[in-house]
């Protein structure tokens, strides 16, 4: 078997096809503090920057969003979940940030993620998809391969 010619760095970017685009502009902007990176508005795409990634909203109504069929709903989604990691974590303060602009939270907990375990809550955006902010890690992952220390 060849050696794989490439490798993994980081998600690049989410699509989530929704409703009601100037809605989740406001969401995922004002409160969680995405910026509008790029507008492609002839087939209905917002591009929004999310620290090193992409959260691409696509207009059901649009050119591109008609492509993909009915728009997410109670009977199916689009996808589980997206998770933002998010620092400084203060549980409090996410928490009182987020219902002060009506978010619908969902369970608290710790989780284990791209850089180990660590405080997660989970909420929803207007349109009902599942977000998770993820806090750092309580401490790092223990890489697998990593020789064993000699005593």
């Known amino acids: 078997m060849s050696a794989r010619p490439f490798q993994l760095l980081q998600l690049d970017h989410v699509v989530l ?34 620290g090193q990634s992409l959260i ?3 207009d ?11 728009a997410p709903g109670s ?22 940030h987020l219902q002060a602009h009506g978010v619908r939270l969902s369970e608290f907990g710790s989780r284990y993620g791209a850089e180990g375990e660590g405080p997660s809550q989970y909420l ?5 998809n599942l977000v998770e902010l993820k806090g750092p890690p309580d401490s790092p ?3 697998s391969h990593s020789p064993q220390a000699a005593s």
């Open 56 to 58: 691409d909203l696509v």
């Open 124 to 128: 929803f955006d207007p349109e009902g």
């Open 75 to 96: 009977e199916g989604h689009n996808m589980d979940h997206l998770c933002l990691r998010a620092e400084p974590f203060d549980r409090e303060a996410v928490v009182a």
């Open 60 to 70: 059901v109504e649009g050119k591109l969003g008609r492509n993909g069929g009915a």
């Open 141 to 143: 992952p223990v890489a």
């Open 17 to 50: 096809r929704v409703r009601d685009i100037a809605a989740m502009i406001v969401f995922y902007c004002e409160v969680l503090g995405c910026t509008v990176e790029r507008r492609q508005d002839a087939i209905g795409l917002v591009q929004l920057r999310a």
